[in-house]
């Protein structure tokens, strides 16, 4: 493409005018999937209340718009550009400066959004596949994308943004989102456990420019049995535990609280509560189907200290990557060469 005009025409045209392209304030493009409004009802598992991805600062939103891919760097600014080596190697802490120096409307993508995808994902019966098998699927070995980096055993890494099948986009279509299983793993913003204690910042709250997204934050807010948010430290609040070998919902004091990484299929998750509130249905921490078909995807932590999500899985993570699978276990300095980012955008199109 010569230009942006040329560019963005293309991308309009090859996605069926449902993905477009955005430049930020240093007129670098960048490739988005509008994501259209959502209810809790819309996607099977509550009411009419709209999913958290849906409403920021106290308003309802028609849509967000996510990366069409993970992120890459042009000139230190990230973008999501196909046929581009992903990103790696930046803590959460960059990862947020970076996404939100793009300029206003410009936020790292939030775990709310992820949440959102996996359950319209879940609701149309498609999971997404990808690079979780050294450069293809796991199950379907056919299905490769174009290698970007080799590790030191001369296997393929991460491949190239966007450059698999449609089956390793959300929808299984031209027009979705890229790379939501393997390839780079993802930090997502507004979500944390401390000690186990589930947190988060409330709505899309986290996607604002302004939200105090730090460990001493006091947007960090837990969540009660009922779904209320209250402070930390309140007593009966949700927590993550090791009982009887699965991670496990409680409302009481950790049992397993340890420094060591435990895992459990998705599908797997346990409670002891006698209802699970809509709201962890909301932000991808319960399954809404125990015992349902979520391709083998896991969810992992450690409940002590302060432990900030990445999601999706990597390039060798197998049947144990996708669009369900939360890591638990980073803290948000660290930085990994298998370890990237995806910028989204919340304002208007009309602006953007």
């Avoid at 450069?135 to 970007?148: N, Q, R, Y």
């Avoid at 709505?203 to 209320?228: E, M, V």
């Avoid at 002590?304 to 890591?327: C, F, L, Y």
Wanted: with cysteine; hydrophobic share 35%; glycine share 14%.
């Amino acid at each position: 493409m010569t230009n942006y005009a040329d560019f963005k025409a293309a991308v309009e045209g090859i996605s069926g005018g449902k993905n477009t392209v955005l430049l930020d304030k240093f007129g670098n493009p960048s490739v988005v999937v509008p994501i259209a409004k959502m209810t809790y009802k819309d996607v099977g598992v509550g009411d009419d209340t709209v999913l958290p991805a849906f409403k920021i600062d106290g308003v309802e939103k028609p849509y967000f718009c996510l990366g069409k891919y993970h992120d890459t760097l042009v000139n230190g600014v990230p973008c999501s550009l196909p046929m581009q080596t992903p990103a790696v190697n930046v803590s959460f802490d960059e990862a947020v400066s970076q996404s939100r120096s793009k300029g206003e409307g410009w936020t790292l993508a939030t775990n709310a959004m992820y949440a959102a995808i996996q359950l319209w994902c879940l609701a149309n019966d498609f999971q997404p596949r990808g690079n979780n098998n050294y450069g293809c699927d796991h199950a379907h070995a056919w299905e490769k994308g174009i290698p970007a980096t080799y590790g030191s055993d001369g296997k393929v890494n991460l491949t190239l943004t966007g450059s698999g099948p449609v089956s390793w986009c959300h929808n299984n279509d031209l027009s979705g989102i890229c790379d939501l299983n393997g390839n780079a793993w993802e930090w997502a913003a507004g979500l944390r456990i401390v000690d186990g204690e589930i947190q988060i910042i409330q709505h899309n709250d986290a996607a604002l420019a302004t939200a105090d997204l730090s460990a001493s934050s006091t947007l960090w807010k837990a969540i009660t049995a009922d779904g209320s948010l209250v402070a930390p430290g309140t007593s009966g609040t949700i927590k993550l535990d090791w009982r009887n070998s699965k991670i496990t919902l409680v409302t009481d004091a950790l049992t397993g609280k340890s420094d060591t990484g435990r895992g459990t299929g998705f599908t797997s998750l346990a409670t002891t509560l006698s209802t699970v509130p809509q709201i962890l249905y909301g932000i991808g921490m319960y399954p809404k189907n125990p015992g349902g078909d979520y391709g083998g995807d896991d969810m992992y932590m450690i409940n002590s200290g302060e432990r900030v999500p990445i999601r999706g899985g990597g390039w060798s993570d197998s049947s144990h990557a996708g669009v369900s699978t939360v890591n638990l276990y980073g803290v948000r300095g660290d930085r990994y060469g298998g370890v990237g980012r995806r910028s989204a955008f919340v304002g208007s199109l009309e602006e953007g």
